[in-house]
């Protein structure tokens, strides 16, 4: 059963510069909500029990915003409004499930994957990457019921543009499994147009094995300087584990960039129909 998640926070949000030069671009309000809530409701949702929040000494405000009891206590013995009382015991639901392990300097996705392998207990885990959401249809569990049924890793997919596949990773694939789901051949990252397997691009929910800690452990720096999760999740794949392409049926929101960040609160305004 995969009980436990791990989210990677520690990036420098430069997308969404100059509000990232104060503020953690995770507690950025998407329609008057954190976009951190939305991927911790959607862990919820997915039977999630415990979640990981890798993040830097400059991300220290999102431990703090989980952590404010006193701050709550106060306004709610002076004010004693119930909307205030509503959040906290929100607050301290996502509290209960949340631990905290920091990734110091900016290494690349492995690198923060890699800080988290002491407390992994299972066999598999799900990772979400927070500038991805996906409204309407919960992603993260159809994926773990896709888990459940073939008993390996899997990886959303998102059908792209031909022309922008060298903005993404891109899956080469090998068969159809079941509707919406095929076995993973290869993962290319931003190709070429002419060179691009397909234009079937990778989006932020993981489903991997334990096993990938070692590959992480073991790999070296790639471009940039470094550990890239796709290069060891290809090394398992070379080793046959088998990876499965998940085409989910919800709605993509790229909340990493100004322009799509701006593009999630209206369509997720208009999802709850709200009236300001």
């Known amino acids: 059963m995969i009980k436990q998640a ?16 104060v503020f953690a671009k995770e507690l ?12 911790l409701d959607e862990c919820i949702d997915a039977g999630i029990k415990e979640v990981i929040f890798i993040i830097s000494q400059k991300k220290i405000m999102i431990k703090k915003y989980f952590n404010n009891d006193d701050f709550y206590k106060k ?24 631990k905290f392990v920091y990734q110091n300097k900016p290494k690349g996705t492995g690198d923060a994957v890699l800080k988290t392998k ?24 159809s994926m773990i019921n896709i888990h459940n049924k073939f008993k390996c890793s899997v990886m959303a997919s998102m059908k792209v543009n031909k022309k922008t596949v060298s903005r993404w990773g891109i899956f080469d694939l090998k068969k159809k499994l079941v509707r919406n789901n095929y076995l993973i051949k290869d993962v ?7 060179s691009a397997p397909s234009n079937k691009a ?20 790639g471009k940039g300087g470094e550990i890239h999760i796709t290069d060891a999740i290809q090394s398992l794949i070379n080793d046959n584990h088998k ?19 701006i593009k ?7 999802l709850w129909n709200y009236v300001w």
């Not at 791990?6 to 030069?21: D, F, K, N």
């Not at 290319?188 to 002419?194: A, F, L, N, R």
């Not at 999630?264 to 208009?270: D, F, M, Q, R, V």
Request: aromatic residues 10%; proline residues 7%.
């Open 75 to 98: 306004i709610i013995k002076k004010k004693r409004d119930p909307r205030i009382i509503q959040e906290y015991k929100k607050i301290l639901k996502y509290k209960k499930m949340i």
């Open 188 to 194: 290319v990252e931003k190709p070429s147009v002419s």
């Open 243 to 261: 990876f499965i392409a998940h085409n989910f049926l919800g709605k993509y929101l790229d909340c990493g960039s100004m322009h799509g960040y």
């Open 202 to 221: 990778v989006i932020g929910r993981y489903i991997l094995p334990k096993k990938i800690f070692s590959k992480l452990s073991k790999q070296k720096p």
């Open 28 to 39: 950025l309000p998407i329609n008057g909500k954190p976009g951190i809530e939305y991927i």
């Open 6 to 21: 791990i989210i990677p926070l520690a990036g420098l949000g430069t997308r969404l510069l100059p509000l990232t030069s």
């Open 118 to 141: 002491k407390y992994i207990k299972n066999d598999f885990f799900l990772m979400l990457l927070p500038d991805d959401l996906i409204i309407k249809k919960n992603c993260s569990k």
């Open 264 to 270: 999630s609160t209206l369509e997720i305004g208009k």
